[in-house]
């Protein structure tokens, strides 16, 4: 079964502040890739970062950074000195190597306040 | 380069009224998706396709959805009769498939309010 979990519904950080959104998945494909979008309130779902289960090497990117962690089937997003623009629902979502298929998470809305 | 195109953005209708949502993937694009986003959840695949082909439409309520894609290209989302628990996003997204995954590129979803 595939599965992806975002146990953080909601959070706030005050403008500036460091934030780390959890991405848990499950699989039983040894080759798979994991996917950040962001969806900000216009509504279209923006693409941020693409990794392949073999690649296990965290990714930085301005102040955005993604932490793959095979052992503990994460992949964590943390945002560096956070800006009201970050503001929008991030989902993570995985894809197996078996199949042109993706499955999403529920979802953590950010919220910044300046 | 032109992004994926949906329309409309929103549409009101009464519940047994018949909604159709139209979408246009990114030119060279060969897969399409449907999704339904509920308000607070991630999207749910509603069908695939490959070229013209519906490669995965287990999820379609099939008694009232239906969806094409002719040549290929532009595909039509309809519900009739529309109920009140259709309320909701309708997203289409695109890809260009090899083999290996690439990234969704997706439209800005069309909303459909059920009264």
């Known amino acids: 079964a595939q599965k992806v979990t975002q146990a953080q519904t909601e959070i706030s950080v005050v403008e500036k502040e460091d934030v780390t959104l959890d991405c848990v998945y499950e699989?039983?494909?040894?080759?798979?890739?994991l996917f950040w979008y962001k969806q900000p309130p216009s509504g279209e779902l923006v693409f941020l970062i693409r990794?392949?289960?073999?690649?296990?090497q965290n990714e930085i990117s301005g102040r955005y950074s993604w932490n793959f962690q095979k052992s503990t089937s994460s992949f964590n997003f943390t945002i560096t000195a956070s800006q009201v623009v970050d503001s929008a629902v991030y989902f993570c979502?995985?894809?197996?190597?078996?199949?042109?298929?993706?499955?999403f998470g529920t979802g953590t809305s950010l919220t910044v306040i300046p | 380069e032109a992004g994926v195109v949906q329309s409309p953005r929103y549409k009101i209708i009464e519940k047994k009224q018949p909604v159709a949502f139209w979408c246009n993937p990114i030119s060279g694009h060969n897969t399409l998706y449907w999704y339904l986003q509920n308000l607070g959840q991630g999207p749910e695949l509603l069908i695939r396709y490959e070229n013209e082909e519906a490669v995965d439409d287990s999820q379609l309520p099939k008694d009232r959805f239906s969806a094409e894609r002719l040549k290929g290209v532009d595909s039509t989302l309809k519900i009739q009769p529309a109920e009140l628990g259709d309320s909701a996003v309708y997203l289409c997204a695109s890809s260009f498939w090899t083999g290996n995954t690439g990234e969704l590129f997706f439209g800005e979803g069309s909303r459909l309010t059920v009264l």
């Open positions: 699989t039983r494909d040894t080759t798979y890739y």
């Open positions: 990794r392949n289960s073999f690649d296990e």
């Open positions: 979502a995985l894809s197996p190597n078996t199949g042109n298929q993706f499955y």
